[in-house]
């Protein structure tokens, strides 16, 4: 593949494409689709460009008094016009089939988890606006509305089944019936939601699980402003007061940063020209409440040239680090953004670059390697003739060439003196985060027992049952219920999804005369062909495995009992030398009685006859393992958990 094509070799895995797997999408992002009525039309003509691009901006205008004000952390909420078909289908639906002409986009949210349910809290908003759209929205980890709605949802409704099944319609959330629509797709769906809008609307309860997690909308974005006093150089402060949403990268700059950008940290040569001569600022800024966070939280010594005041003024001392750590990130962020404005790469060349792996372009060459770096070249090469080239390099100097317009423009530290800067917002949300992690997990809990109580299912200490989990107190624990409930445990039925616990088990059909045809399979027993001396097939035997009616069947049959037998005598003679039986409490022996007998003479064989004592060899490592982990999570407490058994603390470890 010396003379290999980079267009050809990623045109069938295009970053447009859906080979872009889901793997291989960004961690932290949202996805969002958007779908005329009409688009999915079999009587009417689909959207246009023009209308689509009608609705679009009528949509931005819909949202733009919730956003105008909003910080993103990583990037703002937008949508894109998607390609007509048979152009390839939206990188970030699921769907393998292309898709109607519709409105998407993604946005990264990363640390900040409100950014995401903001984002469904406007699709809600739009879908109300505009009754005549269906909205589609996912995360990297899936459909993550239904995870809110979990205790909710029919049996039937699980990830492998609610692909193209979920969607946001008149400010509701509507799931596609599998007894209406058996495997849909996009297209489908929409056409089911547009004639029987009715049947795919959601019960109350997952409306209200789903909703409930947008209430506090568009309040809620605004609590999660945060204002605080800092110092800062007034190039910083002049691009602040011009373009106040880009401390968003700022911030991203620095928490991000690594060897590279931290070179040009040291030396501050765009924000900070007059070295330590430069004069700070004192400016009120406006970050998420992530931000801030990621800001104070983060330990980082000054650069060398930076102007930090005294520390014997700790409230100066604390406005100017945290401005020198956003100084900073503005510097990081602008000359890295620089010079990958000038390479053209950044993200969208990590996806080509991805998508010619896939295609086999390296033919599996070792980075570095000579051949590895002329096809690198190459690729390279091809890249900065693309179109992808120009629309990269564009994307990542925007930011830089804005900063220049604005630090081109007259200004000096006198402009922000004299001027009143109110004060720092009570921070002391970032130390009380424990009492809303309980908040919410006693919401969880409330849900859980709620759903055990609407499907029948009974706390076992009111209602003790011989084969069920117990959870008798400390100090009335019964090993004997142990064990019984050990052996229900072992007896139900388990899987690739989990097991069963001993309540739990459903009622199951068995075809025994499959089981057993099954099994015969499985040890090799199942149907076989006897070949006769002259070389023609024979009769094989019945389903029924009649052996005795063929000789050689019984043959094989005695020959693999002799094998069988000298196989356990020999795996016998070979446990007799080690001292691994003599580990068992075997029936009628104390325990105490073990130890002794694992140092005795292995002549002594009397006892290989004597049967082992299951239940107390369960218990003894049951109570060995429990121990050993000291109070700490570990196999033994899992599973009596699992169970419901609870076994009492060892008073007596370590006396």
Same mark, same amino acid.
């Given at each position: 593949?010396?003379?290999?094509?980079?267009?050809?070799?990623?045109?069938?895995? #295009?970053?447009?494409?859906?080979?872009?797997?889901?793997?291989?999408?960004?961690?932290?992002?949202?996805?969002?689709?958007?779908?005329?009525?009409?688009?999915?039309?079999?009587?009417?003509?689909?959207?246009?460009?023009?209308?689509?691009?009608?609705?679009?901006?009528?949509?931005?205008?819909?949202?733009?008094?919730?956003?105008?004000?909003?910080?993103?952390?990583? !990037?703002?909420?937008?949508?894109?016009?998607?390609?007509?078909?048979?152009?390839?289908?939206?990188?970030?639906?699921?769907?393998?089939?292309?898709?109607?002409?519709?409105?998407?986009?993604?946005?990264?949210?990363?640390?900040?988890?409100?950014?995401?349910?903001?984002?469904?809290?406007?699709?809600?908003?739009?879908?109300?606006?505009?009754?005549?759209?269906?909205?589609?929205?996912?995360?990297?980890?899936?459909?993550?509305?239904?995870?809110?709605?979990?205790?909710?949802?029919?049996?039937?409704?699980?990830?492998?089944?609610?692909?193209?099944?979920?969607?946001?319609?008149? @400010?509701?959330?509507?799931?596609?019936?599998?007894?209406?629509?058996?495997?849909?797709?996009?297209?489908?769906?929409?056409?089911?939601?547009?004639?029987?809008?009715?049947?795919?609307?959601?019960g109350d309860a997952v409306q209200n699980a789903v909703k409930a997690r947008i209430a506090g909308y568009p309040e809620q974005a605004r609590r999660n402003m945060h204002r605080v006093r800092v110092r800062?150089?007034?190039?910083?402060?002049?691009?602040?007061?011009?373009?106040?949403?880009?401390?968003?990268?700022?911030?991203?700059?620095?928490?991000?940063?690594?060897?590279?950008?931290?070179?040009?940290?040291?030396?501050?040569?765009?924000?900070?020209?007059?070295?330590?001569?430069? =004069?700070?600022?004192?400016?009120?800024?406006?970050?998420?409440?992530?931000?801030?966070?990621?800001?104070?939280?983060?330990?980082?010594?000054?650069?060398?040239?930076?102007?930090?005041?005294?520390?014997?003024?700790?409230?100066?001392?604390?406005?100017?680090?945290?401005?020198?750590?956003?100084?900073? @990130?503005?510097?990081?962020?602008? !000359?890295?953004?620089?010079? =990958?404005?000038?390479?053209?790469? @950044?993200?969208?060349?990590?996806?080509?670059?991805?998508?010619?792996?896939?295609?086999?372009?390296?033919?599996?060459?070792?980075?570095?390697?000579?051949?590895?770096?002329?096809?690198?070249?190459?690729?390279?090469?091809?890249?900065?003739?693309?179109?992808? $080239?120009?629309?990269?390099?564009?994307?990542?100097? #925007?930011?830089?060439?804005?900063?220049?317009?604005?630090?081109?423009?007259?200004?000096?530290?006198?402009?922000?003196?004299?001027?009143?800067?109110p004060p720092s917002d009570d921070d002391s949300w970032l130390y009380t985060g424990e009492d809303e992690l309980n908040s919410a997990l006693l919401e969880r809990q409330k849900e859980m027992e709620l759903?055990?109580?609407?499907?029948?299912?009974?706390?076992?200490?009111?209602?003790?049952?011989?084969?069920?989990?117990?959870?008798?107190?400390?100090?009335?624990?019964?090993?004997?219920?142990?064990?019984?409930?050990?052996?229900? $445990?072992?007896?139900?039925?388990?899987?690739?999804?989990?097991?069963?616990?001993?309540?739990?088990?459903?009622?199951?059909?068995?075809?025994?005369?499959?089981?057993?045809?099954?099994?015969?399979?499985?040890?090799?027993?199942?149907?076989?062909?006897?070949?006769?001396?002259?070389?023609?097939?024979?009769?094989?035997?019945?389903?029924?495995?009649?052996?005795?009616?063929?000789?050689?069947?019984?043959?094989?049959?005695?020959?693999?009992?002799? $094998?069988?037998?000298?196989?356990?005598?020999?795996?016998?003679?070979?446990?007799?030398?080690?001292?691994?039986?003599?580990?068992?409490?075997?029936?009628?022996?104390?325990?105490?009685?073990?130890?002794?007998?694992?140092?005795?003479?292995?002549?002594?064989?009397?006892?290989?006859?004597?049967?082992?004592?299951?239940?107390?060899?369960?218990?003894?490592?049951?109570?060995?393992?429990?121990?050993? !982990?000291?109070?700490?999570?570990?196999?033994?407490?899992?599973?009596?958990?699992?169970?419901?058994?609870?076994?009492?603390?060892?008073?007596?470890?370590?006396?």
């Amino acid at each position: 593949m010396a003379d290999s094509d980079p267009a050809a070799a990623a045109a069938p895995t #295009s970053i447009f494409s859906q080979s872009h797997h889901r793997s291989r999408l960004p961690d932290d992002t949202v996805f969002y689709s958007i779908f005329p009525d009409s688009a999915a039309a079999s009587s009417s003509p689909p959207p246009s460009p023009a209308d689509l691009q009608s609705l679009h901006l009528r949509i931005l205008s819909s949202v733009s008094p919730f956003t105008s004000s909003y910080l993103w952390q990583h !990037q703002p909420f937008s949508l894109s016009l998607s390609s007509p078909p048979p152009s390839p289908p939206c990188p970030c639906s699921p769907a393998a089939a292309p898709l109607p002409l519709h409105l998407h986009g993604r946005l990264r949210y990363g640390d900040n988890l409100e950014d995401e349910w903001f984002v469904v809290f406007l699709l809600f908003h739009i879908s109300r606006e505009f009754p005549d759209l269906s909205v589609r929205v996912w995360d990297t980890d899936g459909e993550f509305l239904l995870i809110e709605a979990a205790f909710h949802l029919p049996r039937w409704l699980n990830p492998e089944t609610s692909l193209n099944r979920v969607f946001v319609r008149r @400010g509701d959330l509507h799931i596609v019936p599998r007894d209406k629509v058996a495997s849909p797709s996009i297209v489908d769906s929409l056409r089911f939601l547009v004639a029987n809008g009715d049947e795919s609307r959601a019960g109350d309860a997952v409306q209200n699980a789903v909703k409930a997690r947008i209430a506090g909308y568009p309040e809620q974005a605004r609590r999660n402003m945060h204002r605080v006093r800092v110092r800062v150089p007034a190039s910083v402060a002049q691009v602040l007061r011009h373009e106040p949403c880009l401390i968003s990268l700022a911030v991203e700059g620095f928490y991000d940063r690594d060897i590279d950008s931290m070179k040009y940290a040291a030396r501050m040569e765009r924000f900070l020209s007059k070295g330590k001569e430069e =004069e700070l600022v004192t400016v009120a800024v406006t970050l998420s409440r992530a931000m801030y966070a990621q800001l104070v939280q983060q330990t980082f010594q000054a650069p060398k040239c930076y102007p930090m005041p005294s520390r014997s003024n700790p409230r100066a001392y604390t406005e100017a680090e945290l401005g020198m750590k956003i100084a900073c @990130g503005f510097e990081m962020m602008y !000359q890295m953004r620089r010079r =990958e404005g000038l390479e053209g790469k @950044g993200s969208t060349w990590e996806a080509y670059r991805e998508s010619l792996e896939r295609s086999g372009y390296f033919e599996g060459l070792l980075p570095g390697s000579k051949e590895y770096r002329r096809l690198m070249e190459k690729a390279e090469e091809y890249y900065k003739n693309s179109s992808l $080239f120009s629309k990269a390099s564009e994307m990542l100097s #925007s930011p830089v060439r804005r900063i220049d317009e604005i630090l081109a423009l007259p200004h000096s530290a006198d402009d922000f003196r004299n001027q009143e800067v109110p004060p720092s917002d009570d921070d002391s949300w970032l130390y009380t985060g424990e009492d809303e992690l309980n908040s919410a997990l006693l919401e969880r809990q409330k849900e859980m027992e709620l759903y055990d109580a609407m499907h029948g299912k009974k706390q076992k200490s009111k209602e003790p049952s011989d084969t069920g989990p117990s959870n008798r107190s400390n100090d009335d624990c019964d090993l004997s219920n142990i064990a019984k409930t050990m052996e229900a $445990f072992v007896q139900k039925v388990s899987s690739y999804e989990g097991a069963e616990v001993p309540d739990q088990r459903d009622t199951v059909d068995l075809d025994v005369d499959r089981f057993f045809k099954d099994m015969e399979s499985v040890f090799g027993r199942h149907e076989t062909e006897v070949t006769s001396p002259d070389g023609d097939a024979g009769e094989g035997s019945s389903s029924d495995m009649d052996f005795d009616e063929s000789e050689d069947a019984t043959d094989d049959e005695d020959k693999e009992d002799i $094998f069988m037998d000298s196989y356990s005598d020999a795996l016998s003679q070979e446990l007799k030398s080690s001292t691994l039986t003599k580990s068992f409490v075997r029936a009628n022996e104390e325990p105490s009685k073990t130890n002794q007998g694992a140092s005795s003479s292995t002549q002594d064989t009397d006892e290989d006859f004597t049967p082992v004592d299951v239940d107390v060899n369960l218990m003894k490592s049951l109570l060995d393992s429990f121990s050993s !982990q000291e109070g700490l999570p570990g196999p033994a407490s899992n599973l009596l958990g699992l169970m419901g058994l609870r076994l009492p603390q060892d008073g007596n470890k370590g006396k």
